[in-house]
């Protein structure tokens, strides 16, 4: 029985695709499509998914181009069914791009062989020693595991083995501050270029992206930028939600991505939210976030912060009391980080007053230092609270002076009410002013930033928190 059209016109099509890419790439990207149909001189072909459609028309439009002409002949069409719901078998037609309508070859000679291919190109130059940035303190030894965390330090150790060659690509980490998702990045980086040193590896903050995005946008250096980021061979994003609202360095990053996804190359990025509730990400980034695996990182139990607690007391050839242990982790649990901070505040209490590190000492600078969870901190307390400290009203905060003590007040108003509340950027911006999302977080990144440069703006806002914790 002779085989359908369609079916007879791939299989030629296949044929000579084959002679022309290597076998791994034929078997990834060609050999799982299926032809459908072939009517009005266009070939109608599924593919798996969005991203296949997009990676074919991006890498392989050429090759697919002058295959068709060779086998279909001039004005040959490519039409693509791309399965967007595998268990509901959902699909949607997408027509392929211009450059894919098959057309005559203007600079052939029938000595050649394969398709596409040309002189061999110029060895490119060597790419410099990079610095990649990593904590060498943020290591797997380091970090302790527990029910909270064991999934994510699996796939993480899985990732850190085989870069690039498992299904966890990106791995997007996500989880409230402090629980750990820095450090468990950069133990990724490091057992990488522990066992590949040939890698190139970078951490970098995506606050650090952006800035070096808008510098090489003012020098006229973009390309550069690009073509550095392009040379990754394993990039560590951290905190990528600071990307909310910012198009261009998006838009920018989407393609680096794109790159270094389609050369195999191993994306790890953190969020202190999963990407389904990101506010002001394209979705077509979002929608890569999830290629690969999204793990989550819980806050720690209290047997794995009296265990975190340990191992640090241990490291810092410190002596605590288990009881001292036992009542810091059952009182402090927000972060590892807060963990952490109240051992060096004991530790600098019992040295600079002569004391011993006993129960007592603890519970007072416990209650002093750990804010109290059960109490609810609302949008109107932080606003009242701020402009009082600041003796203005609380209607100025709304309004759109831009006095400097107005402009401070509001920035302190935002930046606290997505601390102590649970409110998504463009929700804090609707209660405060009816302003945009890009405006609260250009806010809370100027507080951040000026609380690690500026002791007296760092004052103001510790009084702020002391008030607000007594109302």
Known sequence: ?????????????????????????????????????????????????????????????????????QVIGEGAKLMYNVMVDKSASTTVNLE???????????????????????????????????????????????????NSNKLSRSVAEAVAENPAKTVFNPLFIHGNSGVGKTHLANAVGLRIKEQYPEKRVLYVSAHLFQVQYTDSVRNNTTNDFINFYQTIDVLIIDDIQEFA???????????????????????????DLPPVLLQGMEDRLLTRFKWGMVAELERPS??????????????????FPPEVITYIAENVDDSVRDLEGIVISIMAHSTIYNKNIDLDLTQRIVKKVVRD???????????????????????????????????????????????????????????????????????????????????????????????????
């Not at 609202?245 to 991505?257: A, L, R």
């Not at 920035?411 to 009410?417: G, P, S, V």
């Open 1 to 69: 029985m002779n085989k359908p059209v369609h079916v007879a016109l791939w299989n030629d099509c296949l044929a000579i695709i084959r002679d022309n890419v290597a076998e791994s790439t034929y078997n990834t990207w060609f050999a799982p499509i299926s032809p459908l149909k072939f009517e009005d001189k266009t070939l109608v072909i599924q593919v798996p998914s969005q991203f296949f459609y997009e990676f074919l028309e991006e890498k392989f439009v050429d090759l697919l181009r002058h295959t068709l002409y």
């Open 302 to 319: 209290v047997e794995l912060r009296k265990d975190i607690l340990r191992n640090k007391i241990h490291r810092d050839g410190l002596q």
């Open 96 to 146: 392929a791009s211009n450059r894919s309508t098959a057309v005559r070859k203007t600079a052939t000679t029938q000595s050649q062989t394969r398709i596409n291919q040309g002189p061999q190109a110029p060895n490119p130059p060597a790419v410099q020693e990079l610095d990649p940035r990593l904590n060498p303190d943020y290591t797997f030894e380091t970090f302790i595991e527990g």
């Open 245 to 271: 609202g910012v198009v261009k360095t998006q838009n920018t990053f989407f393609h680096i991505f794109n790159h270094l996804h389609q050369n195999g190359k191993q994306l790890i990025l953190t969020s």
């Open 373 to 471: 969870e059960k109490k609810v901190i609302t949008v109107d307390q932080i606003i009242t609270t701020v402009s009082e400290y600041f003796k203005i009203e609380a209607k100025l905060i709304h309004s759109k002076s831009r006095k400097r003590e107005v402009v401070q007040a509001r920035h302190f108003a935002m930046y606290l009410t997505k601390e102590y509340t649970d409110y998504s950027t463009p929700k804090i911006g609707k209660f405060i002013g009816n302003r945009n999302h890009s405006t609260v977080l250009h806010a809370c990144k100027t507080v951040k930033h000026q609380c690690e440069v500026d002791k007296n703006y760092r004052a103001d806002m510790d009084s702020i928190q002391e008030l607000l914790h007594k109302r």
